[in-house]
Nanobody, 122 residues
Framework: QVQLDESGGGLVQAGGSLRLTCAAS????????MAWFRQAPGKERELVAA????????YIADSVKGRFTTSRDNAKNPIYLQMNSLKHEDTAVYYC???????????????WGKGTLVTVSS
């Protein structure tokens, strides 16, 4: 069983930065894709960023492109989400996720973290 623990969420003013960290435990993760999703109140969970085990394939949502970046140490954890120039609309619970192949939807996820709240004040 894989356990994912997110950290780094909190309250920040618009224009500020936060870095989220996701650490995996309970099993050896190799050749897994790791990803970040977010879910704002009243909205569906959406993919923000993903990177595969080698770092060769990655994805960043258009809504955060140029502001957010994700990185990992090849097949090892943790995975990071660096969030810069935060906007009020980035307010959401951010979830770490792991899957065996590419992650583009929630259906591609095998394991979920419990989430960490990011609140951006305008």
């Amino acid at each position: 069983q894989v356990q994912l623990d997110e950290s780094g969420g909190g309250l920040v003013q618009a224009g500020g930065s936060l870095r989220l960290t996701c650490a995996a435990s309970g099993a050896t993760l190799t050749r897994y894709t790791m990803a970040w999703f977010r879910q704002a109140p009243g909205k569906e969970r959406e993919l923000v960023a993903a990177v595969n085990w080698s770092g060769i394939w990655s994805y960043i949502a258009d809504s955060v492109k140029g502001r957010f970046t994700t990185s990992r140490d090849n097949a090892k954890n943790p995975i990071y989400l660096q969030m810069n120039s935060l906007k009020h609309e980035d307010t959401a619970v951010y979830y770490c996720a792991v899957g065996r192949g590419k992650i583009l939807t929630t259906q591609d996820v095998d394991y979920w973290g419990k989430g960490t709240l990011v609140t951006v004040s305008s």
